[in-house]
């Protein structure tokens, strides 16, 4: 059983900053960790990709939106996917998520999401 929990999110004032932790367990440790990324969907809109890095030994990339003020990182001892946010805008409310593609046959895998919501 493959089990991605993300942690961190909650409700901000705009300019605040939050950190998201997803730590994988499981099978998927067992895995060669292909794509990682970070997702977010608002109500009522498509999931957007904030942070992306194709494969393990390369960098996270960023939209515009994010850029510069979102930072992806890894801790491999913990297993943990990270986000950082800061100077957050009301526009990046949503529920965010991480995503993971591994494995010989390259399965995605998705955690639960987080709640982010920052007032202005």
């Known amino acids: 059983q493959v089990q991605l929990v993300e942690s961190g999110g909650g409700s901000v004032q705009a300019g605040d900053s939050l950190t998201l932790s997803c730590e994988a367990s499981?099978?998927?440790?067992?895995?060669?960790?292909?794509?990682m990324a970070w997702y977010r969907q608002a109500p009522g809109d498509r999931r957007e990709l904030v942070a992306s890095r194709p494969r393990e030994g390369t960098t996270f990339t960023y939209p515009d939106s994010v850029k510069g003020r979102f930072t992806a990182s890894t801790d491999n001892a913990k297993n943990t996917l990270y986000l950082q946010m800061n100077d957050l805008e009301p526009s990046d409310t949503a529920r965010y998520y991480c995503?993971?593609?591994?494995?010989?046959?390259?399965?995605?895998?998705w955690g639960q999401g987080t709640q982010v919501t920052v007032s202005p």
């Open positions: 995503m993971i593609i591994a494995g010989p046959d390259s399965e995605t895998f």
């Open positions: 499981g099978a998927i440790l067992k895995f060669r960790i292909n794509r």
